[in-house]
C-alpha cells in the first residue's frame, strides 16, 4: 500500500480505528435549534462513506452561554434521539463518531445569546467579540464544569464513540490557560498551577461521567500565537498534565481566533504547524493528532512517518472531498479534490450566520438535497471552454451518463484558474487542473485543446447540447483626456505577458487590484528558497534576514474612487492587507486619476490619516475633517484592475442555431469559482 502508516490502524483508549485519519470539528450552521437534521447527518454521513476512521462533529453546545445559534447542543436529554440515530448511522458507515464540547467563554457573542454577558474568567475585553465578559464567581465556574460532564453524559448515551474537550482557539478553557485573559487572584488564577486548574476539573468531570474506559481527547492550541499568552512551550506542560489526567488523545492546533497569525489560508504552507504537534508528541505517551492545512495525503504519510503526530486532523480537506481516505488508500491521488485554503464558503460563511459551502465541491452542505443521478437520456454534449464552470459541468455531466466533449482553445485546461493561482497564498488553486484531469480521463470526457471553433464548426458538428463557458475579459478604463501612458491589466501580469518596473500604480483596490498589489511585491522581495539559504547557511544573521524580508524593490500604489479592500469574502483578506502594509504599498482610497504622462500619474483623493489620528478616532469616535491633496506617482506601469465582463460572444453567435444551448460561468455572470461550479452542477442536475 502506498500510504501504510496513514492507513494502518490505531487505539485510542479501548477504542480501534481503522486508520489514521481523523475529521476535526468545524462550526458549520447547520443545527440553528441545536437537534440533529438531515442536512447535518447527511452532511457528515457522507465522510463516514468516504473512509475517514473517527469524525468529530460540534463545537457542541451545552448551555446559554457558551455558544450560539447554528450550534449543535446536548444541552438537555430532548437532544439524545436525534444524535442517537446519527451515531447509529455514522457506525452503518464504518466511521467511528466523536463530539466537540465547547464554551466559548469570552468569545460568545451577546446577541448570539439573547444579549446576556459572555462568562470568562475575567473581565478582560474580548478582541474577538469587541465586548466585555462578565468574570465568573466560583458557583459559575462549579455550574459550567457540571454542565460539562452532563452533557458528556448525554453523548455517550447518544452513541458517540468518544468525547472530544475543546481547549483551542482561545475558547474558556484557553482563556483560563493564559495570563493575557486570566487576572483572578483566587485559587483559579496567577500560578501555571492554579491556571491549569479548571480545565483539570472539566476533564475529572467529564471522565467521572462517562466511565474509565470511555475515551476522552483534548483539542489545544499549540502556540496561542498571541502576545503575552501561552506558547508551545505551555502547551507541551498541558499535554502532560492531561496525559497524567487520564486523557486518550490529543489534538494539537494552531491559534486563537484573534491572532495574527494565518491559521487556515493559503498564506500558511501545507502542514505549516505539524511542529507544534511535533513537540506535543515527544514530550507524551498517548496518541497526538496533528492539525491545520494537511490537505495531502503524502504530507499526511510524512508526518506520520516522522514521528511529528500519530493521526492527521482534516476539516475542510473533506469538506472538499469526502472521498479523500478512499481515495487515498487506493492510490488515486489525482482524483482528489484537494482543498484550496480559501476559506471563501467555509469560514466566510459563519461570519454572516450561514451554512458552510465549499468554493471546489458545490454538493457540501447540500448532500441531503443533491443526489447524483443517471441521465435517462444520454445526450451529447460539447462544451466550449475549460476553465471552472467547464470542467466542473463536463465532469458532472459525463459522470451523470451524458458523452462529454470539451474544446478548450488554450493550449491547457484551467481558464482564469491559472491566474487566479499567481499569488503564493493561492497557489493550491492550481490543484483543479490535474483534479480536473484526472476527472476527464477517469469518465471518459473527450479534450480537445488549441481548439479555436468557428460557429458554423460547432452548428455543424451536430451535439444535442452545446454549453458555452468562454469566461469573461478584464474592463477597460478610460483615463483623462490627453494622459500618455501605455496601460496594461492585472491579468496581463500574473498571466506573465507583461513584466512590471518598479513604480507601478494600479487603478483598483478590489480583490483583484489587492492581490496583484501583492503579487507583484513579492515578486520583487526576498523569495522563501533565498530566506531559506540565508538562514541555513548563516550567510546573514536573521535580523538582516527579516529586514529584507519585509522590503520590496517596487514602489507600489493602489488608487481607487471607492474604499480600498473590498470584493473579498469575510475574514479572508486581512492577511493580504498584512503584507501590503508589510510592503509599504501605498494606498488611496476614494480618489479621481486627473492626469498621466509617461512616468507619472496624477490623483486627487483625501489625504492619508496617520496612526496617531486613526487612534485618535477610535478613542474619540469623532472622524477628522478629510481634507483632499493632489499627488503625482511615480510610474512606469500602470494597471488595470477594475472587474471584468462576460466574454458571450460566442453564446450570442450561436443562440439561433443550436437546438439546445446554455450559457454558465464568468461568460454568464463574472463571479467567484464558487459561483461556476454551483451553476455547473445545476445544469448537470437538470438535464
Known sequence: MKYQRLFSPIRIGGLELKNRVVMSAVHLMYNMDGYANARFSEFYWRRAEGGAALVFVGGCRFDEYGGSPGMMSLQTDDFIPGYRKFTDGMHLRGAKAGVQLYHAGAYAHSIANEGREAL??????????????????????????????????????????VVEISASAGYLISQFLSPKTNLRTDEYGGSWENRVRFPLEVVAAVRGAVGPDYPVCVRIAGNDFVPGSNTNAEAVLFAQRLEKAGIQLINVTGGWHETVIPQLTGELPRGGFTYLAAAVRDAVDIPVAASNRINDPALAERVLAAGEADLVSLARPLIADPDWPGKAEKGEDRLIRRCVACNQGCLAKTFFAEPVECLVNGFAGREAELKPRRAKEPKAILVLGAGPAGCEFAVQAAAAGHDVTVWEKAGVIGGQLLLAAASRAKREFLNLVPYYSAMFEKLGVTLSLSKNASPGEIVASGFDIVVTATGSTPKSIALPEG??????????IFSGRVTAGRDVVILGGGAVGCECAGFLAEEAALSPDALYFMLSQRSETPEKALTLLDRTRRSITIVDVAKIGTGFEPGTAWPLMKALTRFGVKQYPFAAVLGATASSVEIEAPEPKTREQRARARETGAAEPKKRIRARIPCDTLIVASGALPDDRLYRALRDDCPEIYNIGDSCRPGKISDAVAQAIALAMKL
Open 120 to 161: 470568562a474568567p475575567s473581565a478582560v475585553l474580548s478582541k474577538f467579540t469587541k465586548e466585555m465578559p462578565k468574570e465568573m464567581t466560583r458557583d459559575e465556574i462549579k455550574t459550567v464544569i457540571a454542565k460539562w460532564a452532563e452533557a458528556a453524559a448525554r453523548a455517550k448515551r447518544a452513541g458517540f464513540d
Open 483 to 492: 494622459a500618455d501612458m501605455p496601460v496594461c491589466s492585472a491579468l496581463d
